[in-house]
């Protein structure tokens, strides 16, 4: 399934794919950073396809010692975040300095009846973990999400 | 049956190939050390549950057979699937005298998911009347799915009670009874956890989510009991053809969730100090003598307790539900078993006697007769296996076997396992189409979210049945009941 939020021409957008028990989840952009924001797209849409209003904004901060490694513990990172706060997050701004990664995520509390949420993310995973600039370019970060 | 709702032989994307394998006999399939591996591989599946299987299956056996301190062999359920580092239906077990390991990612994310099933006493036709109300009051009283919240809130001092004290500290608190105990693995209580070693941030994400299913996979089900396949070990569980049972698949919730994710990361960044090469990152391990293996297995212990409260305040919850409806009702624990975990046990290895760490990931123990851990009441016939089919296809009872102990050190299959991907489930069914198919046919569902009962689709789950019958004659664990069921409750 192909579900890029923006026009395939300009390289950035995020898409589902198969895992036996599970899903992936890949995002594309012209640097890792725009792929990250991507990616936390296509969590998203892992639990819901409705509409996640902005009301809200919530900083993270996270590092890891490589750039894979800090894209499971991004992804992670708003997991916690939609878990403790019972919200979802459906806009996305990502800055990496140094190995060092400062997140904002826009969302709203969950509202099962608009949201009906299908599954909750127990957590990202390093199976089919890939991190890497394409030949055409642009940056996909891709792994496996816990369901 | 309603056309379209059940399917045929599905074949996973990358099929495995029989020929790949030593085909030891029907139900055995071996691979030979080859590379790094340092035990062999070994599947327990027949002809077409292995070719349906992922080949993914195959890697990920032949990875965990390269782990240091593995003993005997990389052992493969009938129900495995393609999962994270370990397969999901792996067992390894690994001893601490010889480098062996213990591995966040042997146990998964969901520590000690795992299955409950409750005798209600009730039959088929006692239910009938009330089942649609039954299902609506069930619905409403147990939280589930995303967004859902639970009733009970911890603090800090109730939150490391908890993680010591596990299904005895639910019934502490008035959320189950006593006579539960005997019928939960470790008593109810897993020795050895250490609250310290969980990270605030774990214990944050459980503070109210006590007494919540979850979602995805998880589920409370009332079921009948559809055949019977063993008489007098269905008499010693108290179960006859028709009668009602309350079953309740769910884990360690958030805390789990968060200790897997933490350690995972841990054991990914320190293995190359201890010298462990891992073929895939999310092996990730560390010796069970070194000071991270240590804190993981405490924490992890931890996250047993957090599972076996939970699950037991929800049997609370149900027996709550049923008091309404059938006031004389006693809702009575047949067992309750866990199935992603690390427990060290006494196994035979070339005839003597060794304490290993027995990593289940999707895989449940299954003592056989005269175990010493089983109670009075089951010592004779051995422990209940109980195994989740999906929600149109139903489950099952097995009861462990002694030939399961030389086979897989005491361990069968935990579920039916995937044969689609959620993705494709999606692609392929409707979950109001599945509801009103499933309606039709007598089995009441009731969930937050439509998708997520068309991901759960029941043709999207292997047939439970060759699962079974595979591990029976592999001499994992022998069938007791088939359980049909009549409600069930998603998140």
Same mark, same amino acid.
């Given at each position: ?12 957008g ?10 992936g ?16 797209q296509? %969590? ?18 996270c590092?890891?010692? @490589?750039?894979?490694? #800090? ?9 916690y ?49 890939? !991190?890497?600039r ?9 792994? =496996?999400?816990?369901? | ?9 599905v ?10 394998f030593?085909? !030891?006999?029907r139900?055995?399939?071996? =691979?030979?050390?080859?590379?790094a ?57 690994? @001893? ?13 994310? @969901?520590i ?9 006493g ?13 299902a ?26 908890m ?15 006593? /006579?539960? #105990? ?8 897993m ?10 941030r774990?214990?944050?994400r459980?503070? /109210? ?10 589920? %409370?089900?009332i079921?009948? !009991? ?48 201890? *010298? ?18 240590q ?20 049997g ?16 009575? #624990? ?10 060290v ?20 123990? $299954?003592?056989?007769? *005269?175990? $010493?851990?089983?109670?009075?009441? %089951? ?11 999906s ?6 009872? #097995? ?25 494709a ?6 979950? /109001? ?10 089995? %009441? =569902? ?21 699962? !079974?019958? $595979? ?7 022998? /069938? ?12």
């Open positions: 399934m192909n579900c890029s939020a923006a026009p395939r021409e300009s390289k950035t995020w898409e589902h794919f198969p895992h036996d028990a599970d899903v989840v890949r995002g594309r952009g012209p640097t890792p950073a725009k792929a990250f924001e991507q990616a936390a296509a %969590l998203s849409a892992v639990i819901t396809h409705g509409e996640i209003k902005p009301q809200t904004a919530v900083e993270v901060q590092e890891a010692p @490589d750039v894979e490694l #800090l894209f499971v513990e991004w992804l992670n990172a708003i997991i975040e939609m878990s403790v706060r019972k919200m979802l997050f459906g806009r996305f701004a990502v800055q990496i300095d140094n190995g060092r990664l400062t997140g904002t995520l826009w969302g709203e509390p969950v509202d099962i009846e608009r949201h009906a949420p299908a599954c909750e993310p127990k957590g990202a995973t390093y199976t089919a973990l890939r !991190v890497a394409e030949s055409d370019g642009t940056w996909s970060a891709a792994c =496996i999400v816990d369901v | 049956m309603v056309s379209g709702l059940h399917r045929g032989r074949t996973a994307a990358f099929a495995m190939d029989p020929a790949r030593t085909h !030891v006999d139900t055995t399939w071996r =691979i030979e050390p080859y590379g591996m340092r035990v062999p591989a070994i599947i327990y599946a027949d002809a077409d549950l292995i070719r349906d299987m992922d080949d993914k299956v195959y890697e990920q056996a032949v990875n965990v057979a390269t782990l240091p301190g593995i003993v005997q062999a990389s052992y493969a359920m009938p129900d495995a699937h393609w999962g994270y580092g370990f397969p999901i239906g792996g067992v390894a077990a690994f @001893d601490p005298n010889r480098g062996g390991v213990v591995s966040a990612g042997g146990v998964g994310f @969901d000690s998911c795992g299955v409950r099933t409750m005798l209600t009730l039959s088929v036709s006692d239910i009938i009347p009330v089942q649609k109300e039954l609506e009051s069930l619905f409403r009283q147990i939280p589930a799915g995303v967004g859902s919240r639970g009733a009970i809130t911890l603090d800090a001092i109730e939150m490391d009670a993680l010591s004290g596990g299904a005895r500290w639910a019934i502490g608190r008035g959320w189950g009874q006593s /006579r539960d #105990l005997e019928r939960i693995e470790e008593e109810g209580c020795a050895g956890a250490r609250p310290e070693c969980v990270s605030d774990a214990k944050e459980q503070r /109210r989510e006590m007494g919540t299913l979850g979602s995805g996979n998880h589920y %409370l089900e079921q009948a !009991v559809a055949e019977i396949f063993h008489p007098s070990a269905a008499n010693t569980f108290g179960i006859a053809k028709n009668d009602v049972v309350v079953t309740i698949h769910c884990g360690s919730r958030g805390l789990g969730h968060q200790i897997g994710t933490e350690f995972l990361k841990e054991m990914a960044v320190s293995a190359a100090a201890f *010298g462990i090469k891992l073929p895939d990152r999310e092996l990730a391990c560390a010796p069970i003598n070194s000071e991270v293996g804190r993981y297995l405490g924490a992890m212990r931890a996250a047993i307790n957090c599972a076996l409260a939970n699950r037991e305040i929800l609370h919850y149900a027996r709550r539900v049923f008091g309404h409806y059938f006031p004389n009702c006693d809702l009575r #624990l047949l067992f309750d078993v866990s199935h992603n975990t690390c427990k046990e006494p196994h035979a290895v070339g005839g003597k006697q060794r304490e290993l760490f027995v990593h289940r990931k999707g895989a449940t123990r $299954a003592f056989g007769p *005269g175990h $010493a851990s089983l109670p009075a009441a %089951l010592r004779d016939v051995g422990q209940p296996v109980l195994i989740g089919g929600m149109g296809t139903g489950s099952y009872i #097995l009861v462990g076997e002694e030939s399961s102990e030389t086979k897989a050190f005491s361990s069968a299959c935990h579920g039916a396992g995937r044969a689609l991907s959620r993705h489930a999606l692609r392929q069914w409707s979950g /109001r189409k599945i509801i009103d198919e499933l309606a039709a046919e007598g089995i %009441l =569902i009731r969930s937050p979210s439509m998708r997520g009962v068309a991901e759960e689709a029941p043709g999207a789950y292997k047939d439970v049945s060759a699962v !079974v019958a $595979a591990a029976e004659h592999a001499g994992l664990a022998r /069938r007791v009941a088939r359980l049909r069921p009549m409600i069930c409750i998603k998140g």
